[in-house]
DNA sequence: GCTTAACTACACTGCACGGTGTAGTGTAGA
DNA sequence: TCTACACTACACCGTGCAGTGTAGTTAAGC
């Protein structure tokens, strides 16, 4: 899936270091300001080899945002696991799942904010629109709100929305408010965190079917 | 409040069509991407013309982002005279709110689109920070949301948190959807801020205080 | 020791772009 | 007509940077 162009496919280490250091270095200065040449630096490689690997600046952000994408994803299944699975404190188990999902080792907070830099900063890749558009982080939390609404803990007449909803209300406000780099220990992110589950289960609590 | 560093501070005429012509291509190409040639071309002017009025490349910039937060304000001010008035059809009322905002000349969404541009493209300008982190476009919602609560139409203990999710869910969760061009009669971004009003409405219903 | 492959160091090209300096043009007022 | 001004057209500089070509180094396998 991922594989952009490892024309040689050297050792796994090397890709590795590069694709750290350039995901990075793209979040902390944009695409653009950031040069191939800072990035084979704090890799420890020759920009040669950066090259060799990768074949070109382009491939090498379609390769961060593709490999960004399944750290998320494992992510996002991981902790949805750990998480996700009492109906008793939905709100708890929520934040719980937002939290630890914002902070974890590249979360969707680092996610999104490659997502704007990738919609914003270069409007005009269309291997990246194919990469990005799946929606997939979005699919799999519906998932788990449909099993909720199966089982009455929520009333999810259309779960996808749903999961828009919930993602809007803490991990979109989050980044809107904070800047892309949060802390883990901001105070401001679990207050906000907090305060959108709270919303999101006001809103889709089950209700008694006379209510409508 | 605007005026970065109007050098010569000729015709407005001209300062309005290098404003506007900037700000089309830093949203269509992003900041780096968009060269002053480019601009200048577009707003028909030359492009010293271009630098006496503003100087420099990012106090073009600035002065892009402050003219679009005037205008959304006045357009924020203008529309919710015009419909968050009546308290019979709340959901009606912010809806009609909602796409006027976003489609209308200069809408929100290219404001956000704007700050995110500049949040992520450019994470080093003190000026802009200045200029952008008042978040007044949340507090003149938050107030008149806090009026509806008086009312008795909403319940909102903390109106500042209530227009955050306000605006999540139906600006934030647009632009994050559709790209940052949106045109007025995409029968998605309607579909959008619809579910989305629908959804803040149903977590910020006002509620028997018994329930709790 | 020899070959082969991965890699580095480095020089180099081409280009795009930000910003400046200036000569010249059109225009309005005295 | 002279002056002042706003503006254009254009040439120009410096620089940063993507991408390439290559000679040389290291290490492994034979």
């Keep these: 899936m991922t594989a952009a162009k490892p024309t040689r496919e050297g050792s796994a280490h090397k890709r590795a270091a590069i694709l750290g250091a350039a995901r990075g270095l793209f979040l902390a200065e944009g695409f653009d300001r950031t040069s191939v040449d800072a990035i ?43 998480t996700l699975t009492e109906v ?50 979005e699919e799999a939390i519906a998932a788990r709100l449909a099993e909720f609404g199966r089982q009455g803990a929520l009333d999810v007449p259309n779960p996808r929305v749903a999961a828009d909803h919930l993602v ?22 679990r207050s906000i965190l907090d305060e959108g589950v709270r919303a999101f289960l006001r809103a889709y609590a089950p209700r008694p079917r006379a209510a409508l």
Tied chains: 1, 2.
């Design 168 to 189: 809007a209300l803490t991990f979109l406000l989050a980044i809107n408010s904070l800047g892309s780099t949060i802390s883990a220990d901001d105070p401001r992110l």
């Design 88 to 137: 008793t404190d939905l709100h708890a188990a929520l934040l719980d799942f937002s939290l630890r999902i914002a902070t974890e080792t590249f979360g969707s907070v680092d996610y999104l904010a490659l997502m704007r830099l990738v919609t914003n900063e270069s409007g005009h890749l269309p291997q990246l629109r194919d990469t990005l558009m799946t929606n997939a982080p």
């Design 40 to 82: 084979a630096l704090r890799a420890g490689v020759s920009k040669r080899t950066l090259y060799d690997y990768f074949g070109d600046k382009q491939a090498l952000l379609i390769a961060v945002v593709d490999h960004a994408a399944d750290s998320l994803m494992a992510a996002i299944r991981r902790t949805m696991a750990e």
